[in-house]
């Protein structure tokens, strides 16, 4: 996404604002994509911490949105890395992508 330099026009903002929609949009398709992970062992819960992980949601967040303690969510997202042969959700994440 570009920026606009102070002062602008409202014809420069429009182009801007639909630029920066576009490009969200895309970032939308490409999660949704990597929605489901590309990793056939992964149980059930492992999947619905995965797919909040890679939303860039913290432990605490994904605790609290599957009504799961934090040390939980903290198991099955080093079972998720483990089974993935990766050692960070970034790494997941690139190595999803780069998969696709």
């Known amino acids: 996404m570009g920026f ?9 903002l ?9 490009q969200a949009r895309q970032q939308t398709e490409a999660l949704a994509e990597l929605s ?13 911490v995965y797919k909040l992980a890679i939303k860039g949601y913290s432990i ?3 605790a609290e949105e599957l009504d799961i303690s934090s040390s939980t969510v903290e198991f ?3 079972n998720i890395l483990r089974k993935a042969g990766v050692t960070s959700i ?8 780069e998969s696709r």
Do not use: Q
């Open 4 to 12: 606009l330099e102070k002062p602008f026009s409202l014809a420069e």
């Open 14 to 22: 429009k182009p801007a604002i639909e630029e920066a929609l576009e």
């Open 36 to 48: 489901e992970p590309d990793i056939p062992s992964l149980t059930r819960r492992e999947k619905e």
């Open 60 to 62: 605490k967040k994904i």
């Open 76 to 78: 099955h997202r080093s």
């Open 90 to 97: 970034a790494e997941l994440i690139a190595r999803a992508l």
